[in-house]
């Protein structure tokens, strides 16, 4: 089969990251006799330079013809004092709605061979953690309507949270269907519902899907209790289901408990099989064009990739096995050195160990 691929490789380290995952996915290819094809296309920063937006349109109908999208990530120091419109962030947030990616699906998982990385005290990770955050993606307050106005004591600003049924709907229906494929069925849906009046509405909405999903179990959590749950007691959660911004900052806490945020992929998708993925850390502008990020939750991603847009099971299992015994056989990359004294691979020494895994 032939499956065309959008690259949106970024800023910072965004690049060598999606480089990483391209060698392996054609390794895949000649594995599994599948060709992939690559057309890059400007966004984030980079996009800025040479055109003066974060997002060309050009580029929106690139990923919108392609049959998935890679990204890397983008932004960085250089365009943090652009208006808000104007910031390479924008080019993430309009892919995603341009395409209509509604579920943001970010796996954190804890490698037995990792343990030693985990800050958690090692009687709270024994359990391990394999939990599965479903984002909602287009809507929300990183949607909703912001700006400024005049108020009795000078200038405010506002930003505000709106859901739809429709929008909870779906994403409930996400995390429902996520949870029926898993061993342990259940869904921990975190919301605000004691302040909030979108998060009421999203709970009353998570019931009623959830009816129709008896098998699951749905329980609710409120988001201050679920960032201490998160590193009090990792292990309870299975399937949760949140908003953008709840699911934006609790996915970044899920991926330390797993050791480090340059092993966590991600899945974006709507109700088409084209699909953005993407690693959940950002651009790391301190460690960019030194060789020395990790490539892992790129090369995670592409496996992501073929899992959901590709329906490609087993190539996706062989990339993640080969992470997994690459790094059971001790290789390393900076981030995820601990108290090793040995000396940690590159990025481009990651990606050739992965790639002699898959064989
Ligand atoms: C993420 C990032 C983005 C987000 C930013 C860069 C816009 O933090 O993918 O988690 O908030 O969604
Ligand atoms: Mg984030």
């Given at each position: 089969m032939?499956?065309?691929?959008?690259?949106?490789?970024?800023?910072g380290?965004g690049?060598?990251?999606?480089?990483?995952?391209?060698?392996?996915?054609?390794k895949?290819?000649?594995?599994?006799?599948?060709?992939?094809t690559?057309t890059?296309?400007?966004?984030?920063?980079?996009?800025?330079?040479?055109?003066?937006?974060?997002?060309?349109?050009?580029?929106?109908?690139?990923?919108?013809?392609?049959?998935?999208?890679?990204?890397?990530?983008?932004?960085?120091?250089?365009?943090?004092?652009?208006?808000?419109?104007?910031?390479?962030?924008?080019?993430?947030?309009?892919?995603?709605?341009?395409l209509?990616?509604?579920?943001?699906?970010?796996?954190?998982?804890?490698y037995?061979?990792?343990?030693?990385?985990?800050?958690?005290?090692?009687?709270?990770?024994?359990?391990?953690?394999?939990?599965?955050?479903?984002r909602?993606?287009?809507?929300?307050?990183?949607?909703?309507e912001?700006?400024?106005?005049?108020g009795?004591?000078?200038?405010?600003?506002?930003?505000?949270?709106?859901y739809?049924?429709?929008?909870i709907?779906?994403?409930?229906?996400?995390?429902?269907?996520t949870a029926?494929?898993?061993?342990?069925?259940?869904?921990?849906s975190?919301?605000?519902?004691?302040?909030?009046?979108?998060?009421?509405?999203w709970?009353?909405?998570?019931?009623?899907?959830?009816?129709?999903?008896?098998?699951?179990?749905?329980t609710?959590?409120?988001?201050?209790?679920?960032?201490?749950?998160?590193?009090?007691?990792p292990?309870?959660?299975?399937?949760?289901?949140?908003?953008?911004?709840?699911?934006?900052?609790?996915?970044?806490?899920?991926?330390?408990?797993?050791?480090?945020?340059?092993?966590?992929?991600s899945a974006?998708?709507?109700?088409t099989?084209?699909?953005?993925?993407?690693?959940?850390h950002?651009?790391?502008?301190?460690?960019?064009?030194?060789?020395?990020?990790?490539?892992?939750?790129?090369?995670?991603?592409?496996?992501?990739?073929?899992?959901?847009?590709?329906?490609?099971?087993?190539?996706?299992?062989?990339?993640?096995?080969?992470?997994?015994?690459?790094?059971?056989?001790?290789?390393?990359?900076?981030?995820?050195?601990?108290?090793s004294?040995?000396?940690?691979?590159?990025?481009?020494?990651?990606?050739?160990?992965?790639l002699?895994?898959?064989?």
């Amino acid at each position: 089969m032939k499956y065309n691929i959008a690259l949106l490789r970024g800023d910072g380290i965004g690049p060598e990251i999606v480089d990483s995952a391209v060698e392996v996915l054609k390794k895949i290819g000649e594995k599994y006799g599948h060709e992939f094809t690559f057309t890059p296309y400007l966004a984030g920063g980079c996009a800025i330079d040479a055109t003066g937006v974060p997002l060309p349109d050009e580029t929106v109908k690139g990923c919108k013809e392609s049959d998935s999208v890679l990204l890397g990530a983008v932004g960085g120091p250089k365009w943090d004092t652009l208006a808000g419109n104007l910031r390479p962030e924008r080019a993430l947030l309009g892919v995603r709605s341009a395409l209509g990616l509604y579920t943001n699906i970010r796996p954190a998982k804890l490698y037995q061979s990792l343990k030693a990385e985990c800050p958690l005290r090692a009687d709270i990770v024994e359990k391990g953690v394999d939990l599965v955050m479903i984002r909602e993606l287009t809507g929300g307050i990183y949607f909703g309507e912001r700006g400024r106005r005049k108020g009795e004591n000078g200038e405010e600003a506002y930003d505000t949270e709106c859901y739809s049924t429709m929008e909870i709907e779906r994403i409930a229906r996400a995390a429902f269907e996520t949870a029926m494929k898993r061993e342990r069925k259940s869904v921990i849906s975190i919301d605000k519902a004691n302040v909030l009046e979108s998060s009421r509405l999203w709970r009353e909405v998570v019931h009623k899907v959830a009816a129709e999903y008896p098998e699951v179990t749905c329980t609710d959590m409120l988001v201050d209790n679920a960032a201490m749950q998160l590193v009090k007691n990792p292990s309870q959660f299975d399937v949760v289901v949140t908003s953008n911004m709840f699911g934006d900052i609790l996915s970044d806490e899920s991926s330390q408990v797993t050791g480090s945020i340059g092993l966590l992929p991600s899945a974006s998708l709507g109700d088409t099989k084209c699909g953005m993925y993407e690693p959940i850390h950002g651009s790391a502008p301190d460690i960019a064009g030194q060789n020395k990020a990790n490539p892992i939750a790129t090369i995670l991603s592409a496996a992501m990739m073929l899992r959901y847009s590709f329906d490609l099971e087993d190539e996706a299992r062989c990339i993640e096995k080969a992470v997994n015994d690459v790094l059971e056989a001790g290789y390393r990359t900076a981030d995820i050195l601990g108290t090793s004294k040995e000396a940690p691979l590159s990025c481009t020494e990651m990606t050739a160990k992965i790639l002699e895994f898959i064989k």
